[in-house]
């Protein structure tokens, strides 16, 4: 499932079972979109956040992909982005009593001062995982 192109807004991913692609998830340049009691599972890569902000990841089960989720970004306002998308209340394959997901962020304008632009990794996170995954019709 891909939303993509300009700003696809204001859509509800739910009750899926998302499995076997490479990708299961991606949300491109998405903005106050829902993904929510969804099963993610066996896919190269569960969820990709990318350039988008202000979406929720909620109560989904979200696990044995060989890497369950990421975020990528190139934005000015990083600060903005990297608070914005709200991971809450998955389950991740196990108990866990927090879960780091990674980001990797490139700031091209930075070239105008230093020649090159700018990259970096962060994480933002699931502080309320589910301890046990949800039962997802």
């Not at 009691?37 to 989904?60: A, H, M, P």
Request: hydrophobic share 35%.
């Amino acid at each position: 499932v891909e939303l993509s192109w300009r700003e696809s807004k204001n859509n509800l991913i739910t009750l899926n079972k998302i499995s076997f692609n490479g990708k299961g998830v991606v949300l491109n340049t998405a903005y106050n979109s829902t993904i929510e009691q969804n099963i993610i599972s066996d896919n190269n890569l569960g969820i990709s956040v990318e350039y988008s902000n202000k979406n929720n990841v909620i109560e989904n089960n979200i696990f044995n992909n060989e890497k369950n989720a990421q975020i990528e970004s190139a934005t000015i306002d990083v600060m903005r982005f990297l608070h914005s998308n709200i991971w809450d209340g998955n389950y991740w394959g196990e108990p866990k009593n927090q879960v780091a997901i990674p980001g990797n962020c490139y700031l091209p304008f930075m070239s105008i001062l230093l020649g090159q632009g700018i990259s970096f990794s962060f994480n933002t996170f699931d502080y309320h995982p589910a301890q046990k995954p949800y039962d997802i019709p």
